[in-house]
């Protein structure tokens, strides 16, 4: 039977799509996970892959026309169907599960529709007070409940803070797009949730028919069937130092010490690199919106330092005896695994290493932080060579397509952060318009949401190009693996004080190994030397880069 696929909202602020690109066309075979299309959001172009296998049968609008959202897109059924009811229908048809390779903000994401009606009679993506969980991140297929700020009993308001979401990638807040008293949750906190399954119940206990609603989720979801509402009750959240500075004390931190700010805010306040814990908010009860980041003025106060995490002390095994410890794979390291592994095995890899005298950003870095407002690290001297470096070369701002190479004309640069849990990359966008003080800025505040949990999916997507640097561990060289989709990353060692020899004399020297890994499908080893010819001879002379 045909399905429909309706134009998801794939940003916070997104109202319509546009078609940038269709990869099928009318009568094509599509699978499950193919790519459908690429639509342009508010905010960036999204890859729209498909969740079901057959013959696409029928699109909205051609390349470059509009769709609302939750307009008709496609319709995906068997060569030949009848679609004529289901074109007329549009919104009102049972919508296919598709999804977007991009996150889907919770606060847009209430009720996103499953793969199947729940039962017969009641499809829950169509239940005012159901709260599905709701896909967090491009490759998120559960979540875990990392805390509750409500509990069964307890009134909610629209804008209200529900759960803390932990997806593979991060632990993100879920906002309430309803209003009336939290009847039942899904889970409890720690516990797993798969995507579009039954996440919470929100509305009047008058009116609402919860046993009709539970009975539905158990009958779709592949777990056992939910824990009732009434037995299930949260433990209330307890701040930490990490969530917000303690001495401030402004409308926008609600009571268990977390900053209240709209999606957009936090985003803005990224770029800017502004600490929001910093600005007042005007929207209600104190949240802090859009215009509050437009209209902050910095002032003298640094930003908090983030709390330092403790990994539990390593019990010894007794001599002569075996013993081991098993821990479960996380989200996080989950998804590690899968798209290195994939990116290893699927993009081939190829090396260049080259050697970069030091000595004068040594001298260069110790002169701009005696007037930069924000300390400026080498990585940061690091990231804006390469991005200068990478407006000369846009053959390595670049991503295999399968069948095209996209050509990038802005430089977002990604920053490898390591976390206790694994990886993140947070993305430093427009590098090459920005300053040494304002990278500095960026980076610093990217580390430490990313080392808290507290990027949003807006902070790691679209890199154009990506910075793994292992200086400060002391690693003499190393090779960092591709991180999809780009083209190539680099690889940057310690600086290592040894004797050089400059014009016949051996004298005392600062050496720093930079190593790209290059998709060899994209770049070619001449390509790729160039580039990296161009950042060593950047860092050789820093002031060719202020130019």
Request: glycine share 8%.
């Amino acid at each position: 039977m045909a399905e429909v696929i309706l134009m998801p909202r794939l940003s916070d602020t997104m109202t319509e799509g546009v078609i940038a690109a269709w990869h099928k066309k009318v009568g094509d075979p599509v699978k499950k996970g193919e790519l459908l299309a690429e639509v342009e959001t508010d905010k960036a172009t999204m890859d729209l892959e498909s969740y079901k296998d057959g013959t696409l049968l029928y699109t909205g609008t051609d390349k470059g026309g509009k769709i609302q959202v939750n307009d008709l897109l496609a319709i995906i059924g068997a060569p030949g169907e009848d679609i004529s009811n289901l074109v007329k229908g549009g919104k009102s048809a049972a919508p296919a599960a598709a999804s977007a390779t991009a996150p889907t903000p919770a606060a847009t994401n209430s009720a996103p529709a499953p793969t199947a009606p729940a039962a017969p009679g009641l499809d829950l993506s169509k239940q005012e007070e159901v709260i599905l969980m709701p896909r967090l991140s491009d490759t998120m297929t559960e979540g875990v409940i990392a805390d509750w700020h409500k509990k069964v009993g307890d009134a909610v308001k629209k804008g209200d803070i529900l759960a803390d979401i932990e997806t593979d990638k991060a632990t993100m807040e879920l906002e309430s797009y309803k209003e009336g008293k939290l009847l039942y949750v899904g889970a409890k906190k720690g516990e797993k949730i798969a995507v579009n399954d039954l996440l919470a119940v929100i509305g009047d206990e008058k009116k609402v028919n919860l046993e009709r609603i539970l009975a539905a989720a158990s009958g779709t979801s592949g777990a056992s069937a939910p824990t009732v509402a009434s037995t299930t009750t949260a433990a209330p959240p307890s701040p930490t130092t990490a969530d917000v500075d303690s001495t401030h004390s402004g409308l926008s931190v609600s009571a268990d010490g977390r900053i209240k700010a709209s999606p957009l805010a936090k985003k803005l306040a990224a770029e800017k690199g502004i600490d929001i814990s910093k600005v007042t908010g005007s929207g209600d009860n104190g949240r802090i919106i859009k215009k509050d980041v437009d209209s902050y003025t910095p002032g003298a106060a640094q930003a908090p330092q983030p709390a330092q995490t403790s990994r539990p002390a390593i019990p010894s095994a007794p001599a002569g005896q075996v013993s081991y410890e098993e821990v479960p794979v996380s989200q996080m390291r989950k998804v590690i695994a899968k798209r290195l592994a994939e990116s290893k095995f699927t993009a081939p890899h190829f090396y260049i290493t080259m050697t970069v005298d030091m000595d004068k950003v040594i001298e260069s870095r110790a002169k701009l932080n005696e007037i930069s407002p924000v300390k400026i690290s080498f990585n940061d001297i690091v990231l804006k060579a390469v991005a200068v470096a990478l407006k000369q070369h846009p053959a390595i701002n670049s991503s295999w397509l399968g069948d095209k190479i996209r050509i990038n004309h802005h430089v977002n640069i990604g920053v490898a952060v390591a976390i206790e849990d694994g990886l993140l990359v947070p993305v430093v966008r427009f590098a090459d318009t920005k300053s040494l003080s304002q990278i500095a800025a960026e980076v610093k505040d990217l580390a430490q949401r990313a080392k808290n949990k507290k990027l949003q999916p807006a902070d790691w997507e679209g890199s154009t190009f990506t910075i793994s640097n292992m200086g400060m561990f002391g690693v003499d060289e190393f090779t960092a693996i591709i991180n999809p989709p780009d083209a190539c990353i680099l690889a940057v060692s310690s600086i290592q004080a040894v004797p050089v020899v400059k014009n016949g004399a051996v004298v005392p020297g600062n050496l720093m190994k930079l190593t790209l890994s290059c998709d060899h499908r994209v770049v070619d080893g001449a390509t790729g030397s160039a580039f990296l010819q161009t950042v060593k001879s950047l860092l050789e002379e820093p002031l060719r880069m202020m130019i």
